[in-house]
């Protein structure tokens, strides 16, 4: 009979340690699983955006603007407004837009007369950002810093039709261009660089 309840005890032993094994494996398990778990999520960012706007045109995705630009003339007794003669100076404005910008960046801004025309006297002399005018020089663009969500950045240049006595084109030359049909306006190229600033 002792082999029976030695057995049974046994048994009950053996039980009662595998509930105890089970019960440690099961606390084991969950005290370890809170350091071993994983959770994803998405941190969303917003991306800044980046639509400068030139003379109130988004430049977003353009080669060439669409909008042509229309320069003032200068007044004289001598010309007819709005018309360009040897001597008659003007000017045009590039407004750069920042509002919807949020990154600071810089800008360079190179202007001159189409090399296609043969009105060679027609120059590019000054311009003017923040109310400070500078002599322009046709090797040096125009540069300038401007800051993330700010308004208007009127960069205004003048133009001469230059007439001194060091000029290129002659009396009669002015005179040929003058009333040379397929020469009854001019252009003037401008090309404007914009890269965001890192430092």
Known sequence: MMKAKEKNDFIFILMFLLIVVLAFL???QTSLGKYKRKAETVVQNSIASWNIKV???????????TNSITP???????????TIAPGTTGYFDIVINALEVDVDFTFELEASPDEETPLTDLKITKYVID?????????TPVTGNITKNTGDTPVRLYFEWYDGIDNEMDNAEDTEYAI???YQTTNILASITFKQRNT
């Not at 003032?72 to 709005?82: H, N």
């Open 180 to 182: 040379d049909p397929d």
């Open 26 to 28: 099961f606390l084991l």
């Open 72 to 82: 003032v003339i200068m007044e004289s007794q001598y010309v007819k407004q709005g």
């Open 131 to 139: 109310n400070v005018e500078y002599n322009y020089d046709p090797q």
């Open 55 to 65: 003379n109130n045109e988004a430049i977003n995705h353009k080669v060439l603007l």
